[in-house]
């Protein structure tokens, strides 16, 4: 139950926190670009099986692997793909607390 609510509390709370504090003037679009980040998921599809409750997402998939998290951080520095860069480092904090609550 912890597990869980950390987890998909990074993934929703976390960019709207960062959403209201840095983007005041347009936190529902900017909360709205960092949520997509979760389309990483997406590589989910490519494993066997889909879904496993006991498997670490870090380092597994290709879009969580530590390449892919380098040019995510990357993507924080330009302003132009600094949302879309937050949302995808997000995602990654998230899953590396569900990993470590595992």
Known sequence: MIQTFAHYGCHFLLPLAVAVLFFKPNWKYAY?????GMLIDLDHLLATPIFDPNRCSIGFHPLHS???ILFYIFLCVPKKSRLVGL??????IADTVDCSLM
């Open 66 to 68: 530590s390449y892919a």
């Open 87 to 92: 949302g995808l480092v997000i995602h990654i």
């Open 32 to 36: 709205l670009i960092m949520i997509a």
